[in-house]
């Protein structure tokens, strides 16, 4: 007799593969604006270091 293959709980239709893909996705837009947050403050620091604080602005 021919046995029938069972699925498991791999298939791509899977939810929880879903939304552990859309958690990775997640963090790394967090990361990523993270990063480039804190490269935007550097960067203005480094054009003008005293322009923000004599004027009361902030890099943000």
């Not at 293959?5 to 239709?13: D, I, L, P, V």
Request: proline share 3%; with cysteine; aromatic share 16%.
């Amino acid at each position: 007799m021919a046995r029938r293959r069972a699925f498991s709980n791999t298939e791509a239709g899977n939810p929880k593969n879903l939304y552990e893909a859309l958690i990775a996705i997640g963090i790394c837009i967090t990361f990523a604006g993270i990063f480039s947050t804190s490269y935007l403050a550097i960067l203005e620091g480094t054009r003008a270091p005293f322009q923000a604080w004599i004027t009361g602005g902030t890099f943000f």
